[in-house]
């Protein structure tokens, strides 16, 4: 029985890992992903979701997410407008950001749903520790390339994967939700998918742009 097509470009998959779960590669974009069949229940994902205490006033994960928002903010023009994607039961990055001076909207699935902040275009869009938990990455990089006004920003944070021999010890991939695995060569392939430029200003986060 052949294996799922990968979620981000419907490429043929191949077994990749086995530990509690499956873990398959694509041989297209190297995506390295848990087949549909193993993910949580939505009930599930987001009572761990809820569980994180992640939150504004905790230092060292504002020094996190700094090394995604220091490089985007001076790539940035006052007053910019920007959506925190994935902003979780504490959002974090937006707070950041509205701090720096911009102008910032929350949108969540399972915290912050309201589907009229999916309505308009933004100058910046930040994704951090998201990409990871997507089931069907294909169709949320399209929803977020239409949010971006041209020339615009995507910032995400993710955890890159540099050495296939140390995935099994990985802790990254322990994390239940955690069902999306990218490369460098993955982030490239999505940059070349929708025409935008890459730059990776910390092994962790990646800056799209897309063309004005």
């Known amino acids: 029985m052949a294996e799922p097509a990968c979620p981000l470009c419907s ?21 390295t992903f848990v087949p549909a069949a193993q993910h949580l229940s939505s009930e599930a994902e987001r009572a761990r979701y809820a569980s994180h ?3 504004p006033e905790d230092a060292g ?9 220091s490089p985007l903010a001076v790539r ?11 902003s979780g039961p504490g959002p974090t990055a937006s707070v950041m950001m509205r701090e720096r001076g911009f102008v910032m909207t ?17 100058d910046f869009l930040v994704c951090t520790e998201v990409l990871e938990h997507l089931r069907s990455p294909a169709h949320v990089f399209q929803r977020l390339d239409a ?12 955890g890159v994967l540099e050495d296939d021999a140390a995935f099994p010890s ?17 982030l490239s392939f999505i940059a070349r998918r929708f ?18």
Request: with cysteine.
């Open 11 to 31: 490429g043929a998959s191949r077994p990749f890992h086995r530990s509690d779960r499956d873990f398959l590669r694509c041989g297209t974009c190297a995506l």
């Open 53 to 55: 205490r992640n939150s």
């Open 61 to 69: 994960y504002r020094a996190f997410l700094d090394r995604l928002l």
């Open 76 to 86: 940035l023009t006052a007053g910019a407008r920007g959506l925190d994607f994935g």
């Open 106 to 122: 929350d949108y969540d699935p399972f915290f912050a749903s309201d589907d009229s902040a999916l309505s308009t275009l933004y």
């Open 147 to 158: 949010l971006i006004a041209p020339g615009g920003l995507l910032g995400v944070m993710t």
């Open 170 to 186: 990985w802790w990254y991939h322990k994390d239940p939700t955690h069902i999306a695995f990218y490369r460098a060569e993955t």
């Open 195 to 212: 025409g935008w430029t890459l730059e990776r200003p910390s092994r962790d986060a990646a800056l799209f742009r897309k063309p004005g």
